[in-house]
């Protein structure tokens, strides 16, 4: 697995920022890294692009002492195979596949509490609409599960990405994507070079940046698109959870996922409980974690509490 996993960094310096079991499953013939930590009911988090589990680090710190957290790393992402194209379709009917067989291989099957980010949170709900019985509370970080809002445009860097030989060698050759993320993803401290450093380090080579890529030009934006009936479909299956508990925390300076997706999500669930910081970025749990963690520990608190 040396192509795959960058020694150095990922199993050396994050012993200590990492401090968990390293578990695997096969799927289709690829090692699916996943975190399981933890006794309790389940709390399932899901990552997006370009991060990796390495983003819920310090929740599942804090949840693992009452929680079974479980996270798993996308194909292509963090600890997980890294397949070229011949090897993995890299959509997000697939995507959502591999978080149905993880679940169903770890029997989690009901009381699911369910944190999304980024991309996670179309994989996240795409299973949540397969499954809506199984969700109990949802938790909502920077992240959309519909398409691009009316009043938001693809924001250029995007647009490169997605539509141009240009982009996907900035992407690919000079880790252009995941290196600026994590510098303008945060707002109010910047993070670390050791922090900044994991982050980076799974995607350390043409070939592992590959899934980078693809969830870049697997944006879909028009009818025909790949996956866009599958968004559609997605977005229609919200309502139905409109009466199970949510909180959503929101960094207000995300350039993609800006208030644009949060007047959406808020338009979509009257009800949740908000907390929207106006001096935070995209990696709202590394801008606001000694504030977010908490807020997600009283959320599960109280609503065990109204639930039970």
Known sequence: MSDTMPKSMLENKLTKLFPFTR???????????????GQGSPVVMVHGNPSWSFYYRNLVKQLSKNHQCIVPDHIGCGLSDKPDDDGYDYTLANRIDDLEALLDHLNVKEKITLVVHDWGGMIGMGYAARYPERIKRLVILNTGAFHLPKAK?????LWLGRNTLLGATLVRGFNAFSSVASYIGVKRKPMSKEIREAYVA????????ISTLRFIQDIPLKVGDKN?????EIAGSLAQFKKIPMLICWGLKD?????????????RFPEAQVHAFDDCGHYILED???EVVPLIGNFLKTSEDKLA
């Open 23 to 37: 578990n695997y499953i096969n799927r289709n013939g690829h090692q699916y890294h996943f975190v399981n930590e």
């Open 255 to 267: 350039f993609v996922f800006d208030k644009h997706f949060l007047d959406e999500w808020q338009h």
């Open 288 to 290: 606001a974690s000694d």
């Open 228 to 232: 866009y009936q599958l968004v559609t």
């Open 153 to 157: 445009k693809l924001p250029p860097a």
């Open 202 to 209: 799974p995607f350390n080579s043409w070939t592992n940046r």
